[in-house]
T-cell receptor, first 113, second 111 residues
Framework: DAGVIQSPRHEVTEMGQEVTLRCKPI?????LFWYRQTMMRGLELLIY????????DSGMPEDRFSAKMPNASFSTLKIQPSEPRDSAVYFC???????????FGPGTRLTVL | SQQGEEDPQALSIQEGENATMNCSYK?????LQWYRQNSGRGLVHLIL?????REKHSGRLRVTLDTSKKSSSLLITASRAADTASYFC???????????FGGGTRLMVKP
């Protein structure tokens, strides 16, 4: 298996623009997670899905952030409008069952100018 | 807020030495996990220890868990330059999927 796939790997955009990050989980994994990593706040869970349904989005910072999972093999995290403080590395992770090891993608480094 | 706090924040050792990293957490947990992150990469799972376990081994890794002190330690024996990375502990409170990560320990192993 190719592991968790994220695209793009790097994104540079200007403040106010819409940003869409994409994730393909490992086939057969029922859970998908979006994390954000910054120097100041460390690694934070934003939202997670079970069988394509959002379960907990309490970590989503504000309404500018939204996440969808239209099917078992694809998820998006959208920021609209983007702000410089959104600059971070965004990780997607998946796992097959509740609890246990999570498998992380390589991350998307977002820079908002 | 971060559930786990790693100590030290940074550690520099010579190849062949042992490296010990500690993690403290605040609330009761179901399990605790350790992850490694190489620079510019995603996190890689190393080991999981459940709340009813006290010690676990995996190759050169040894993890201990003391639930009375709400702390865990990760020992890497006979370190190698390739072990240079950041190491994070993550707690799972209820066997669900809400992992809370600590701030990490940056380990540098000098050849």
């Amino acid at each position: 298996d190719a592991g968790v796939i994220q695209s793009p790997r790097h994104e540079v955009t200007e403040m106010g623009q819409e940003v869409t990050l994409r994730c393909k989980p490992i086939s057969g994994h029922d859970y998908l997670f979006w994390y954000r990593q910054t120097m100041m706040r460390g690694l934070e869970l934003l939202i997670y899905f079970n069988n394509n349904v959002p379960i907990d989005d309490s970590g989503m910072p504000e309404d500018r952030f939204s996440a969808k999972m239209p099917n078992a093999s694809f998820s998006t995290l959208k920021i609209q409008p983007s702000e410089p403080r959104d600059s971070a590395v965004y990780f997607c992770a998946s796992n097959p069952i509740g609890g246990g090891e999570q498998f992380f993608g390589p991350g998307t480094r977002l820079t908002v100018l | 807020s971060q559930q786990g706090e790693e100590d030290p924040q940074a550690l520099s050792i010579q190849e062949g030495e042992n490296a010990t990293m500690n993690c403290s957490y605040k609330t009761s947990i179901n399990n605790l996990q350790w992850y490694r992150q190489n620079s510019g990469r995603g996190l890689v799972h190393l080991i999981l220890i459940r709340s009813n376990e006290r010690e676990k081994h995996s190759g050169r890794l040894r993890v201990t868990l003391d639930t009375s002190k709400k702390s865990s330690s990760l020992l890497i024996t006979a370190s190698r330059a390739a072990d240079t990375a950041s190491y994070f502990c993550a707690t799972d409170k209820n066997a669900g999927n809400m992992l809370t990560f600590g701030g990490g320990t940056r380990l540098m192993v000098k050849p």
